[in-house]
């Protein structure tokens, strides 16, 4: 789906469309922002706070893209305060380990008080060509898609996001 991002006044990363497509459907989606090109997909962001269990068919089309592209997948946590997983995050993310251990990945650790700028700098240190999230994870999704601004934000200007459900 694609999107320009523009709502009255204010230009939100996603448009309304895109936003009520990903939030009321459940079917996974490919948001491509408006001056989007494409590229073969080396690297792909996970960002993740590990509070929910993610299944094998959450995450199987992440490893389709890696497999097809050869890419590496780049798991990402962010915190808002430095501090450790808890137990049920531990549990999460081993499987999330293992789930991809075929696959090329690394597990990145970063604290910020605002998520999206936190996945900004990211995304541009690491060269990532495309943000897969999980819909569930509504925590993190809501703070990086409905509540920065276009102005706040560069990666989304040419970063598609893959938007998983389950």
Not at 6 to 24: R, V, Y
Not at 91 to 119: C, G, P, R
């Amino acid at each position: 789906m694609g999107t320009k991002g523009a709502t009255g006044l204010e230009k939100l990363i996603l448009g309304s469309n895109a936003a009520d497509i990903i939030t009321k459907v459940k079917c996974n989606t490919l948001i491509v922002p408006e001056n989007a090109k494409f590229k073969n997909i080396r690297q792909v962001a996970f960002p993740t706070d590990f509070l929910q269990f993610y299944g094998i068919t959450t995450l199987h089309p992440i490893v389709d893209i890696l497999e097809q592209f050869e890419a590496t997948l780049r798991v990402l946590h962010i915190a808002k305060k430095n501090s450790d997983l808890n137990s049920d995050q531990e549990k999460n993310k081993e499987f999330v380990a293992d789930y991809f251990s075929a696959n090329k990945h690394s597990f990145h650790y970063l604290t910020n008080t605002k998520i999206e700028a936190a996945i900004q700098s990211f995304v541009q240190d690491n060269n990532i060509d495309i943000i897969a999230m999980v819909a569930k994870n509504l925590n993190y999704f809501q703070q990086i898609l409905f509540h920065s601004k276009v102005e706040n934000i560069s990666y989304q200007t040419d970063v598609p996001f893959l938007v998983l459900h389950e």
